[in-house]
């Protein structure tokens, strides 16, 4: 049973930079499609970013060139990290691996 923790969400102004970082445990925590997605009030859940146990990543457009995903397989973490962020980021933020989702951490972008 793998069990996924974010952290790393919260509020900040737009143009602003956040971390989110998720760790994984049990199972094989290290092997596997890992990722991001999100959820804003009334909209359904989307893929924000992907990367594989060989670190190839996929992005949504819509955040393409502004957030950059990574994983460390040894400490069986992925990170989020988002540069420029918009009011339309605001979301709550899930890791994500092959059949297991994190518990979600909110991301709010507001002045």
């Known amino acids: 049973q793998v069990q996924l923790v974010e952290s790393g969400g919260g509020l900040v102004q737009p143009g602003g930079s956040l971390r989110l970082s998720c760790a994984a445990s049990g199972g094989i925590a290290s092997v596997g499609i890992m990722g991001w997605y999100r959820q804003a009030p009334g909209k359904s859940r989307e893929m924000v970013a992907l990367i594989t146990t060989s670190h190839t990543t996929t992005y949504a457009s819509s955040v393409k060139d502004r957030f950059t995903i990574s994983r460390d397989n040894v400490k069986n973490m992925v990170y989020l990290q988002m540069n420029s962020l918009k009011p339309e980021d605001t979301a709550v933020y899930y890791c994500?691996?092959?059949?297991?989702w994190g518990q979600g951490t909110q991301v709010t972008v507001s002045s």
């Open positions: 994500f691996k092959t059949g297991y």
